[in-house]
């Protein structure tokens, strides 16, 4: 099975996400998908199938722990694998729950376009801050499609320096898949930072993750009274797209770099 490492969210070798792709030549289990996502060790797997219809291909997202419907550093992945093997410029992604991902190519920038999803108010217990070591929140949501909250903060460094207790936080809160914090960005370059942190369904923290863009565009496009944006990732690998908010579908525009190409010989 064709298969690459792709580093998404970048222009940089090891920098960004890495992702797994492969191309299966038939279909695969979901048990044998999820041990190759073991196998890789990676946050994220994508598996690539043709469709009988022309540059639309299905798409399926492991972890090392389960199956994901929606990823976004895997979806460039894969994309700039096509990209660089075929001639089109325009392809479209079916993901597990039938969402039609329509990806094209700007000389080196591929643009993803992915739903928009609401946010509703959450709470969440002191015990999940205390193993995040965050000490003041600004705003709690929550994501009901992802099952994800949002803490927004009011420090950049602050969130950059974040080191949680990962067993604190998986015993903090129960059925979920994970926790962004964000902070608003006081520089030129960004117009907002955040990280992922995700124990329950995939690695510690997601390098970087363009998933949620489906609902924290949204959420700081309403806060910043903007459609165009520029998102940064300060975790340790760093990354960044740009976001552009167009009602009811939100633009990621990013690069990505292939840095291992081979057979998986499973």
């Given amino acids: 099975m064709q298969s690459y490492i792709v580093d998404s969210f970048t222009n940089q070798p090891f920098k960004g996400n890495p ?5 299966p030549e038939h279909e695969l289990s979901e048990d044998q998908m999820l041990n190759i996502a073991m196998e890789f060790g990676l946050s994220e797997t994508a598996f690539v199938l043709p469709t009988s219809k022309k540059d639309i291909y299905s ?3 492991f972890s090392p722990k389960k199956e994901i419907p929606l990823c976004g550093h895997a979806t460039l992945a894969s994309a700039k694998v096509l990209f660089k093997n075929t001639e089109a410029n325009e ?5 597990m729950e039938n969402v039609d991902l329509p990806i094209r190519r700007r000389e080196n920038e591929i643009i993803m376009e992915f739903p928009v999803y609401e946010l509703t108010e959450g709470t969440v217990p002191a015990s999940m801050l205390s193993a995040l070591g965050i000490e003041k929140v600004v705003q709690i949501s929550y994501s009901p499609k992802n099952k994800i909250f949002l803490l927004e903060i009011e420090d950049t460094e602050v969130l950059a320096n974040l080191t949680p207790d990962f067993a604190a936080l998986l ?8 926790v962004l914090v964000t902070a608003s960005a006081h520089d030129e370059q960004y117009d907002y930072h ?6 329950w369904s995939g690695t510690h923290e997601d390098p970087v993750t363009g998933g949620v863009q489906t609902f924290l565009a949204k959420y700081w496009s309403i806060r910043l009274h903007k459609t165009k944006m520029k998102a940064f990732q300060s975790s340790t690998r760093t990354g960044s797209m ?21 057979e998986l010989m499973a």
């Fill in 19 to 23: 992702a797994g792709v492969c191309f």
């Fill in 171 to 178: 015993r903090s809160y129960e059925k979920i898949n994970g």
């Fill in 59 to 61: 798409i399926r997202y």
């Fill in 91 to 95: 392809i479209h992604f079916i993901t």
């Fill in 194 to 199: 955040y990280r992922y942190f995700w124990p």
């Fill in 242 to 262: 740009d976001i552009e908010l167009n009602a009811d579908k939100v633009l990621l525009i990013s690069k990505a770099v292939i840095i291992l190409e081979g």
